[in-house]
């Protein structure tokens, strides 16, 4: 449908109106008052136009997968743009990202890995924050094995395995060796440790009874929608260094309004108190 207030040429009848350029002899200030009205309609017409939907592909660490999907729902809510999450252990999204992956942006189970993607180039500079600091605890669905005493539960006679995830592959893995190192553990426990390539794996390996004991990541047993039950044991803190996990902006998401725009709502007071609530801490 043609615009009324634009006569056609084609049709007979209605007279053409005289399209030549304006008469030089126009006032300056009335050209200059014509372009700040057009301007200002222009700059109201965009503020009336609803913003236009982005899309993000985020790599997540395993162990916050439950809490980045309920973030990136309410985030998604808010915003209007989509936030795809692929899952998976921080060494192996790390080894997709060096052979091209296109991530936009990626939530580390550690520091030392975003801290590599900055050293190799990957990343937008200034963009690198920790978003959570993850604890670790040694879990059993059943609720007798383990008392307030954990090492007892690991030097426990009738204990045929126990789970960890890859040290090389999952921090989370990596603080349970030190854990068990700072235990005096490490070495004799040897033939019974069972290894998950991820902390999600190495969840579903106790959680199945393929090992009565797992070090697991705290958060997943605190998860509100879905809490574990059975016996667990806080590990403590100075046993292993601060689980640290940053968030990076990737170069594939430097523009990028949905990953930029979740990264920032990361640090938001609303987002930190669902990181908290699943039993992380907020730096």
Do not use: C
């Not at 309410?74 to 192996?92: A, D």
């Not at 052979?99 to 900055?118: I, Q, R, V, W, Y």
């Not at 690991?154 to 960890?164: E, N, P, W």
């Amino acid at each position: 449908m043609s615009d009324p207030k634009v006569p056609d040429p084609e049709k007979p009848g209605l007279k053409v109106p005289d399209l030549k350029p304006p008469d030089r002899k126009m006032e300056p200030v009335m050209q200059t008052r014509f372009s700040a009205l057009a301007a200002a309609a222009l700059v109201a017409l965009a503020a009336a136009l609803p913003a236009r939907a982005e899309t993000a592909l985020v790599a997540v660490a395993a162990n916050f997968a439950g809490v980045a999907e309920e973030l990136s729902e309410v985030y998604g809510g808010e915003s209007g743009n989509t936030v795809t999450l692929t899952i998976g252990s921080t060494g192996k999204l790390f080894a997709q990202i060096g052979e091209g992956a296109p991530f936009n942006a990626m939530l580390s189970a550690d520091a030392a890995t975003p801290e590599k993607l900055e050293a190799a180039g990957e990343t937008v500079p200034g963009q690198r924050f920790t978003y959570a600091v993850g604890r670790l605890a040694l879990w059993s669905p059943d609720e007798t094995r383990i008392g307030a005493d954990g090492k007892a539960a690991l030097t426990d006679a009738g204990l045929r395995h126990v789970a960890i995830a890859n040290p090389d592959l999952a921090p989370y893995g990596a603080a349970a060796k030190q854990a068990l190192q700072g235990l005096g553990l490490w070495d004799g426990l040897q033939d019974k440790i069972v290894m998950g390539q991820n902390i999600g794996q190495t969840h579903s390996m106790v959680a199945s009874g393929a090992a009565e004991l797992g070090f697991v990541a705290l958060s997943a047993l605190l998860d509100p929608e879905n809490p574990a039950g059975g016996a667990r044991w806080e590990v403590p803190q100075d046993l292993y260094a601060p689980i640290r996990q940053d968030a990076v902006l990737l170069k594939a998401g430097e523009g990028n309004a949905a990953a930029e725009g979740f990264l920032a709502f990361l640090r938001s007071p609303q987002a930190q108190d669902v990181i908290r609530s699943y039993g992380y801490a907020v730096e």
